[in-house]
């Protein structure tokens, strides 16, 4: 495995890998990709296994010109309406941290859609990731670069530490903008029925780097296809929601109302979203003082938060930890997609 820093140089290799059919990691604005030729089935098939993925999850296709569109996408089947929507976002939203369901070109292999007529496509912000995919094919199937389920990787070290000897080369850029994952929209809707049932809208599939608001000013109201959490909900006890995006040490989450609730504990972490909760937290406690403390913005700023959520939990969960309490994220914008992953995170 090479690993590299971003350069011309590592750039070109990492390319030419990818069009002999290998696996390269690669920085983005939101976390670090898997990427294969999204065009060879082989090498997209080498996803799966390196990630230990589920066949039926599909892959974010990613591009680097609006020209690739076609090569990935069929817009034949796509109403007036949603050809019109796809150009408000693209041309507002990409470059950026956004990932659009459309119908797949049938020359992107079924395995990279998981047997899916749509595919994800992406158009990353990212100035080595553009690269790397113009002088590849023009098209890179890439998931985050971590085990299935498990955290999504912000740093080149962390993809180094868990999947170092699966993969060709690790590209470093360094720790990733927004850390978070894209959001996935879907707007084709109009075009099967029997998914999406009679009169129901464009869906944001996973909350992410692109708040809702910014879509809903361009394309009108969006619906969300996952429950969004609510963080005046209370306390979200483990066990309740399917793992995924998770460390091994046990996660709870809570809201700034609760954190009387939260007694020091000696083995546990706590992640504070800002520093005046934190205070406040401290000056409620007794001996809090050797606690395990990080806090995701000291002013409270979302997009900072954003960018250390899962890089305090990289850090945290390191095995000497018994239980990390995580505060939610206020709700709108970002919050939502951290709050998103707090809560898959609960396990
Ligand atoms: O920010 C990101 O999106 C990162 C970077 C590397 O670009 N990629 C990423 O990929 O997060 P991954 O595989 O970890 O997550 C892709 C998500 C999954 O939830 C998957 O189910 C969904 O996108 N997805 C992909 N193709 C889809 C499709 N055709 N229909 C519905 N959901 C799809
Ligand atoms: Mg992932």
């Given at each position: 495995?090479?690993?590299?820093?971003?350069?011309?140089?590592?750039?070109?290799?990492?390319?030419?890998?990818?069009?002999?059919?290998?696996?390269?990691?690669?920085?983005?604005?939101?976390?670090?990709?898997?990427?294969?030729?999204?065009?060879?089935?082989?090498?997209?098939?080498k996803?799966?296994?390196?990630?230990?993925?589920?066949h039926?999850?599909?892959?974010?296709?990613?591009?680097a010109?609006?020209?690739?569109?076609?090569?990935?996408?069929?817009f034949?089947?796509?109403?007036?309406?949603?050809?019109?929507?796809?150009?408000?976002?693209?041309?507002?939203?990409?470059?950026?941290?956004?990932?659009?369901?459309?119908?797949?070109?049938?020359?992107?292999?079924?395995?990279?859609?998981?047997g899916?007529?749509?595919?994800?496509?992406?158009?990353?912000?990212?100035?080595?990731?553009?690269e790397?995919?113009?002088?590849?094919?023009g098209?890179?199937?890439?998931?985050?670069?971590?085990q299935?389920?498990?955290?999504?990787?912000?740093?080149?070290?962390?993809v180094?530490?868990?999947?170092?000897?699966?993969?060709?080369?690790?590209?470093?850029?360094?720790?990733?903008?927004?850390?978070?994952?894209?959001?996935?929209?879907?707007i084709?809707?109009?075009?099967?029925?029997?998914?999406?049932?009679?009169?129901?809208?464009?869906?944001?599939?996973?909350?992410?780097?692109?708040?809702?608001?910014?879509i809903?000013?361009?394309?009108?109201?969006?619906?969300?296809?996952?429950p969004?959490?609510?963080?005046?909900?209370?306390?979200?006890?483990?066990?309740?929601l399917?793992?995924?995006?998770?460390?091994n040490?046990?996660?709870?989450?809570?809201n700034?109302?609760?954190?009387?609730?939260?007694?020091?504990?000696k083995?546990?972490?706590?992640?504070?979203?800002?520093?005046?909760?934190?205070d406040?937290?401290?000056?409620?406690?007794?001996?809090?003082?050797?606690?395990?403390?990080?806090?995701?913005?000291?002013?409270?700023?979302?997009?900072?938060?954003?960018?250390?959520?899962f890089?305090?939990?990289?850090?945290?969960?390191?095995?000497?930890?018994?239980?990390?309490?995580?505060?939610?994220?206020p709700?709108?914008?970002?919050?939502n997609a951290?709050?998103?992953r707090?809560?898959?995170?609960?396990?």
């Open positions: 495995m090479k690993y590299l820093p971003v350069s011309a140089d590592s750039i070109r290799r990492a390319a030419q890998i990818l069009r002999e059919g290998g696996l390269v990691a690669f920085p983005t604005e939101t976390v670090y990709g898997l990427g294969a030729d999204a065009f060879n089935a082989g090498a997209v098939a996803i799966f296994e390196v990630k230990n993925r589920p039926f999850d599909p892959l974010i296709i990613h591009i010109a609006l020209e690739t569109l076609e090569k990935v996408a069929d034949s089947v796509l109403s007036k309406e949603t050809r019109q929507k796809l150009f408000f976002l693209a041309e507002n939203l990409w470059p950026g941290p956004l990932s659009i369901v459309l119908p797949k070109n049938k020359k992107i292999p079924g395995i990279a859609t998981a899916l007529e749509t595919a994800a496509i992406r158009f990353p912000d990212h100035e080595a990731a553009r790397l995919i113009s002088l590849s094919t098209a890179v199937a890439a998931p985050s670069a971590n299935f389920g498990s955290l999504s990787p912000t740093r080149a070290e962390h180094r530490d868990k999947l170092g000897n699966k993969v060709d080369m690790i590209l470093d850029g360094g720790p990733t903008r927004i850390g978070l994952e894209s959001t996935v929209i879907d084709t809707t109009d075009i099967d029925k029997s998914r999406h049932g009679e009169g129901s809208g464009v869906k944001i599939l996973r909350p992410g780097g692109t708040p809702k608001e910014a809903e000013k361009l394309i009108g109201a969006v619906e969300d296809g996952s969004v959490m609510d963080a005046s909900k209370g306390l979200v006890s483990p066990g309740q399917k793992s995924h995006y998770a460390p040490t046990l996660l709870v989450a809570f700034m109302e609760d954190i009387e609730k939260i007694a020091y504990e083995e546990s972490a706590y992640i504070f979203f800002d520093g005046s909760t934190r406040a937290w401290i000056s409620a406690q007794k001996s809090p003082k050797s606690a395990v403390i990080r806090v995701l913005s000291e002013t409270g700023q979302v997009l900072e938060a954003a960018s250390h959520f890089e305090t939990l990289h850090e945290l969960d390191n095995g000497k930890i018994l239980r990390i309490f995580v505060q939610l994220a709700q709108g914008g970002l919050g951290i709050n998103d707090i809560i898959h995170a609960c396990t």
